[in-house]
């Protein structure tokens, strides 16, 4: 009987695994920027040629000048940004050398969409399976969906090989193991080698995996040792990199963007939240209801399955540092993409706010689901609309690269509206 639910349960996450992959793969547009250039390129760098280097590749903007993506390393070309993301798409690039066929420009295009919807994928299943620690099978299933189609997840992680989607993944199998380690001791040693590994991917989880760290010292000390241990080998790595390219474990491809943190803290606090062209309540509103989960988190003593009752408390907290820190960013908005790119690492952790919502059986009321329910068909119904319309024409009418970020809070043209409203000319 055991063994039958269990098998039941696997095969459920299989069909949702494979449901949420060939629906990333089903638009016929490619969402990408010239940000993505170095993880689509660099695969065939390892592959061909044993590097990270990308002399061989030099790629101009329509001004006739280097993408800004690629920077110098004395005398190579090389990604400004972290590399991980492109050893995680190897065994997607590996096929066609497998098979002789040869590599175009349209090849390393459905190659960059197949790495980006797998790595993508895979976090959702990862939530899956952290969900299905506390809640029934039934809404673990709706809030993975929930993360899968009605966040950025679907927009901007499983469409280019960004740093976002290795970021997401490595950030959900650090909390599972987490979970897990209480159980084998191999799982403390995994949760800091994947805390590292989400830091190797973006240098921002850093302060998320201080909190987890922090979390660990308080309620799972005997984690702590194997978890720093785990931590050594990918930051290790990192440094190496850093190192051997920019001269320093702690310098990076981003050169002097790394010291501007020059915006209005509450601007950027802000605008990442309800900008109408950059907010993730706009959106994403069906998030709304995770702030409802974090009070929820700190107002109420909860009682969670195996595990010590504050988790999300200290995921709460990381979720605030990392939004008064990015809001200093000086591209807290960042850049050309469609939506709160900039926050899409921290969804899973949204989706995790639900918890408390629903042990605590908040959810259950006529008024609250079917409110939740219109905020999340609009939130999927937003990212549908990314997916099938996004072109990069807003950006060019609008952004005219200055520090002024008037056009981000126009509420008579603003990003989501201009493309519903092409989305409805068309179709």
């Not at 993301?85 to 050398?97: D, E, K, Q």
């Amino acid at each position: 009987m055991l063994f039958s639910i269990k098998l039941d349960r696997w095969i459920r996450a299989t069909l949702l695994f494979l449901g949420i992959f060939v629906i990333y793969l089903a638009n016929a547009n490619f969402l990408g920027t010239s940000d993505g250039y170095p993880n689509r390129y660099l695969p065939l760098s390892i592959i061909q040629e044993g590097n990270l280097e990308l002399d061989e590749v030099i790629i101009l903007d329509s001004k006739g000048a280097r993408i800004n993506s690629l920077v110098n390393s004395e005398d190579k070309i090389v990604s400004k940004y972290p590399v991980l993301t492109s050893f995680l798409a190897l065994p997607v690039y590996v096929v066609p050398f497998i098979f002789h066929a040869p590599i175009t420009s349209a090849v390393v295009g459905s190659l960059t969409k197949i790495s980006a919807a797998l790595i993508t994928t895979f976090s959702a299943l990862f939530l899956l399976f952290i969900l299905r620690r506390f809640i029934s099978e039934k809404w673990a299933v709706v809030l993975t969906l929930a993360y899968a189609f009605g966040t950025s997840a679907w927009t901007i992680s499983s469409q280019d090989l960004w740093q976002h989607g290795a970021s997401q993944l490595f950030l959900t199998l650090t909390i599972l193991v987490l979970l897990k380690a209480a159980e084998k001791q191999w799982f403390s040693c995994l949760t800091g080698l994947f805390a590292g590994l989400a830091i190797a991917a973006r240098p921002m989880n850093a302060i998320i995996v201080a909190f987890l760290f922090l979390f660990i010292l308080h309620y799972k000390r005997k984690v702590l040792p194997p978890a720093i241990l785990g931590i050594i080998a990918p930051l290790s790595l990192l440094a190496f990199y850093n190192t051997y390219y920019f001269g320093a474990p702690w310098a990076t491809g981003y050169g002097q963007e790394i010291i501007n943190w020059s915006s209005n803290l509450l601007e950027g606090f802000f605008g990442l939240l309800i900008s109408p062209s950059r907010g993730l309540f706009i959106f994403t509103p069906f998030l709304l209801f995770s702030l409802w989960g974090i009070i929820m988190v700190w107002r109420r003593p909860l009682v969670l399955a195996k595990e010590p009752k504050f988790l999300l408390r200290y995921l709460s907290l990381a979720v605030l540092t990392y939004l008064l820190i990015m809001a200093k960013w000086w591209a807290w908005y960042g850049g050309v993409n469609y939506g709160p790119r900039m926050l899409v690492d921290l969804t899973p952790i949204f989706i995790l706010m639900f918890v408390p919502l629903i042990t605590q059986k908040l959810l259950q009321k006529r008024i609250t689901v079917l409110v939740f329910s219109v905020f999340l068909l609009y939130s999927v119904f937003i990212q549908f609309v990314g997916i099938i319309t996004w072109d990069m024409s807003w950006e060019k009418l609008n952004d005219l690269g200055s520090s002024d970020h008037s056009w981000l809070w126009d509420w008579r043209n603003n990003q989501p509206f201009y493309y519903i409203n092409k989305f409805l000319t068309v179709y």
